[in-house]
């Protein structure tokens, strides 16, 4: 089994998977195939994915039982744990006078609640 799973990739690369395997929902491509043929889709992903992200799983011998490749700008990184790979998150990004998560949504349910007239 071979799932491809592709986010803000051009028309182009989206009609090139589509030819290959089928898209059983926006952006997710599944199909069966050799390992020379998932490397060949691979790399016409790798080629035409410009500006979005991708990722790729397949059946390995392994403990988990598969494997996968990223590519693109995303928060979710592979890691090799012992030979086990993981996902890790990157931080969320944070610009010049932004706020913590928290701090923000604390103000925000601060600023919904009704308030009480002078006792």
């Not at 969320?92 to 009480?116: I, L």
């Amino acid at each position: 089994m071979l799932v491809i799973v592709v986010e803000n990739a051009p028309p182009r690369l989206r009609g090139r998977l589509a030819v290959w395997l089928l898209e059983v929902r926006a952006g997710v491509y599944v199909g069966t195939y050799s390992r020379k043929v998932r490397e060949m889709i691979w790399d016409q992903v790798l080629g035409g994915i410009e500006d979005g992200n991708a990722v790729i799983a397949w059946d390995a011998p392994n403990d988990a039982g598969f494997s996968f490749e990223t590519c693109g700008k995303n928060r979710r990184i592979p890691v090799d744990f012992d030979g086990f790979r993981l996902v890790s998150f990157l931080p969320v990004e944070t610009g010049p006078g932004t706020r913590p998560e928290g701090e923000a949504h604390d103000r925000q349910v601060a600023e919904r609640r009704p308030r009480r007239r002078g006792t």
